[in-house]
């Protein structure tokens, strides 16, 4: 059973990285602005001037 | 599919207004305006024309005056706008309220199109900002401004930018506490579970292991999440005030010490789970209460609304100076709907000033030469020059600002209602607390200790700290989606306490600019003619409006033209001799001038009694609303304008309690005496004149019809068109507070409960577990749940 000991280290020290990742998203300013990449990603280079008009 | 094809044929391409009236064609495509052409055309040229296949008539109407921008080119203006200047690029970043569409994304992203030297631009999208990178030495501040405002999108240029400035650390900072109490509070659970579910005694080393590690979990949560409460309650103790903090905090410190010496002395298992779970949940309903709202402005004073900078004469040439840099004696230039900017004599030109944000006035008022005019106003009409005989600061207007309602602390407005009831809770539960100690004190210390630290732990009003900020969240968002913005939570609770209403008049239950006039006249065809024809020839603002009036009549000669100003005018027409003015001036009979409290234009011609045109402002549909707030409040009207329309209004408002011709300082007078006897009052204003009215107030409710407009700073921002549902709004606010009360008495329910494990000493971590979730996940579904259903009830939702 002391391969727990493994794992829970290894568990805890995933979770830390998951937490470091946010940490520097949030430092980042990735939350900053939660909405225009939701409308960014929709818009192509060169939209189709049909493709609108239904 | 015909139906689409003539809409296209008569709404504007770029902003879909209707342009039946006037149709300017380019591509085959039709125009309101030559402004929404100029932009088509740039996009066209720029092969842009995507703009206009992602939505359907994206553009903003450009049917409005050109703004001179001159000012962005006085190097102390551009220090001030900029984020950041190097050698070869700067970064700025504008406020832009046409933002509205996907196509303002792409648009606006896509900006190094039309100017290469526009190295990056990118939008967000909620706060209405571009953040835009260019290159210094060959595009200047200016010119990225211009191409701006040539597309239609004109940045809203302010240096108290309050807006742009405002400081989002905090909330940066309460996520990374919440993410830090969450990951520790997940972490703890998983390593609790085993201790609950039982370990069996082979496997006793997991158990110390475990311990340990929940230990080092709770370090993290003590140390930084929960380090705010620490402090709160600590300088609310010096304050000698009990808040819901120090129980809180008490709890924290007692749950971690508690913890660590259980696993210390391997007596138990200690609450690692419950301390982090309490902090997590805790910094949860913290970072619900605190709603920003990205495009509204609650702070704002008359710096926003006045320019940035004014051109002043010197000698020969005019020159934009920063606003703060005006000084008495300098000469300024003031064009049609300029803003004056500081108080000032008259020296050249025609002004007609619109006073209607300033004193209340609703008609715009003529100055002559030599005369002061008061700084706030906007000219309408010709460019006048002024000399400045008051600093900025110091002009009739601005002074008002130097009250003390705008400098002392806005904290203690009403006390609310988790502040009135945390200071009983506090020393009801230190009171339960130290009698169990003694109580047990006296067969067993052991027990005690161990019955005097659960009391605390138990007991700690987790529940009751996240009722408030649950419940009024929601609300809030409720008000939000009916065009009602309140500043915070503790507004909703201000709401429910009011007892008094006081209303400003123009802008608030008039709509600006509107006015409906009135024929009260048996004229024929021809005589309208003539009248047409002598109020033409008026600058007058009721001339104005009447010759507005009866436009389509074409203008005849007049001949002996003569205007008394203030009285009114007299005129050969048709060889008849007519005379337009006040009663007194017409000579009207008592008899058929019925009464002197509206505006009223009288006309005779060749001493015949024609008639009267009323000129009365065009009221908001909410004031028959506003009457049935009445008899459960106290209404008064308090208007900066003359009492034309003392009686119209008396059938909403008591005539004892309507007061005209008030200055902004006799408004905020007039609140702070009402609050004096005890009265808790809500202003309900929309101009400058109303600043220290509604800072004054208990609660301050700006009204605006464009929430992107100025409007002064105050506790609440109400779109117009929701006037009529301000009496559902604070019947809300009051069902809002209910649910507070009964989630609070819930959540005492759970703290008798665990009271009587508590007290006995026998507090297992396992019930601390269980109960602390469980009363915190009632109390949140059960205030969003009840709030909501209140507001289907009120029909807000």
Redesign the interface.
């Known amino acids: 059973m002391s391969i727990i000991y493994f794992l829970i280290g290894c568990s805890v020290l995933l979770a830390l990285v998951f937490l470091g990742a946010f940490f520097w998203a949030q430092r980042n300013g990735q939350h900053d602005d939660l909405y225009t990449p939701s409308v960014r990603i929709l818009l192509d280079d060169e939209p189709d001037e049909k493709d609108s008009k239904k | 599919m015909k139906q689409a094809e003539i809409d296209q044929q008569t709404t504007c391409y770029h902003c879909g207004n209707d342009c039946a009236d006037e149709r300017i064609e380019q591509d085959e495509k039709v125009f309101c305006c030559n402004g929404c052409k100029e932009v088509y055309s740039i996009l066209s040229q720029n092969g842009l024309?995507?703009y206009y296949?992602?939505?359907?008539h994206p553009g903003v109407s450009q049917a409005k005056a050109s703004k001179r921008l001159d000012y962005l080119k006085e190097p102390s203006i551009i220090r001030e706008l900029i984020d950041y200047s190097d050698e070869k690029s700067t970064v700025v970043t504008f406020y832009i309220p046409d933002i509205h569409c996907?196509s303002c994304?792409?648009l606006l992203?896509h900006l190094n199109t039309i100017n290469p030297f526009i190295y990056h631009a990118r939008?967000?999208?909620?706060?209405k900002q571009v953040n835009i990178r260019y290159d210094t030495q060959l595009i200047t501040l200016h010119e990225v401004v211009s191409l701006l405002d040539k597309i239609g999108y004109e940045p809203l240029i302010s240096l108290q930018d309050v807006v742009k400035k405002q400081t989002?650390d905090k909330r940066?900072n309460l996520?990374?506490k919440i993410?830090?109490a969450g990951?520790c509070f997940?972490?703890v659970m998983?390593?609790s579970f085993p201790e609950y579910l039982g370990i069996s005694v082979y496997?006793q080393s997991?158990r110390q292991?475990f311990g340990w590690?929940n230990l080092a979990f709770c370090l993290p949560v003590l140390l930084y999440s929960s380090t705010g409460y620490f402090k709160s309650a600590w300088t609310n103790l010096k304050n000698k005030v009990l808040n819901i903090d120090f129980p809180l905090a008490l709890g924290i410190a007692v749950l971690f010490v508690r913890t660590a010496v259980e696993i210390l002395t391997h007596t138990g298992a200690g609450f690692a789970d419950t301390m982090c779970g309490l902090v997590f949940f805790l910094l949860v309903g913290k970072f619900v209460q605190c709603k920003t709202y990205y495009h509204l402005s609650f702070e704002r004073d008359y710096r926003s609304f006045f320019p940035v900078a004014v051109q002043v004469i010197e000698g020969e040439t005019e020159r934009p100076v920063p606003l703060s840099n005006i000084q008495v004696g300098q000469r300024i230039l003031i064009r049609n709907n300029e803003i004056i900017p500081a108080d000032a004599i008259l020296l050249k030109g025609d002004a007609r000033v619109d006073f209607s944000f300033v004193t209340g006035e609703s008609v715009p008022v003529n100055k002559v030469l030599g005369e002061v005019v008061y700084a706030g106003g906007r000219q309408t009409g010709e460019a006048i020059e002024l000399e400045v005989v008051k600093p900025v600061s110091q002009s009739y207007l601005t002074r008002l600002w130097n009250n003390e309602a705008f400098t002392r602390t806005q904290e203690n407005k009403i006390q609310t209602f988790s502040e009135k009831i945390s200071q009983y809770f506090t020393i009801a539960l230190l009171l339960i607390a130290f009698s169990s100690l003694f109580f047990w004190l006296a067969t067993d210390v052991s027990r005690a200790i161990s019955a005097f630290t659960a009391v605390l732990i138990i007991a700690c009003p987790c529940a009751l700290a996240l009722s408030t900020p649950f419940t009024m969240s929601a609300a809030l968002s409720i008000f939000d989606k009916n065009f009602f913005y309140l500043k915070n939570t503790a507004v909703v609770e201000q709401l429910a306490h009011i007892d008094t209403i006081v209303l400003d008049k123009t802008g608030t239950i008039t709509t600006n600019g509107d006015t409906t006039i009135t024929a009260h006249m048996t004229a024929t065809d021809t005589e309208k003619q003539m009248i047409y024809s002598v109020c033409a020839n008026s600058t007058h603002p009721l001339s104005r409006l009447i010759s507005q009036y009866l436009d389509n009549y074409s203008k005849l000669d007049t001949n002996s033209y003569y205007e008394v100003p203030g009285r009114g005018i007299t005129a050969d027409v048709n060889g008849k001799f007519i005379k337009v003015g006040s009663a007194k001036f017409v000579d009207v009979m008592q008899a058929e001038a019925p009464s002197a409290q509206k505006t009223e234009v009288h006309v005779s011609i060749d001493e015949r009694y024609i008639g009267y045109f009323t000129i009365q402002q065009q009221y908001r549909d909410g004031v028959k609303a506003v009457k049935s707030l009445s008899p459960a409040y106290r209404l008064y009207l308090l208007s900066g304008d003359h009492g034309h329309e003392r009686e119209a209004l008396s059938s909403v408002f008591p005539i004892e309690d309507m007061f005209f011709e008030r200055t902004p300082q006799e408004k905020l007078d007039f609140i702070k005496h009402l609050q004096q006897n005890g009265h808790k009052v809500m202003m309900i204003g929309d101009g400058l004149n109303d600043a220290g009215a509604l800072k004054q107030s208990d609660l301050g409710i700006a009204i605006t019809d464009n929430v992107n407009n100025f409007s002064p700073g105050s506790d609440a921002i109400l779109d117009g068109r929701s006037l009529k549902k301000l009496p559902v709004f604070l019947k809300f606010s009051k069902d809002a507070l209910r649910v507070v009360y009964i989630s609070f008495c819930i959540s005492l329910t759970y703290n008798v409960v665990g009271l009587s494990y508590a007290v006995s000493g026998k507090l297992s971590p396992l019930i601390a577990a269980i109960l602390m979730p469980m009363s915190t996940f009632t109390i949140i579904s059960f205030t969003s749940l009840a709030t909501h259903l209140a507001a289907k009830k009120r029909k807000l939702i």
């Open positions: 024309c995507s296949s992602y939505n359907e996907s994304i792409w992203e939008v967000d999208f909620l706060r989002f940066d996520v990374k993410a830090v990951f997940g972490n998983l390593l496997e997991f292991f590690l």
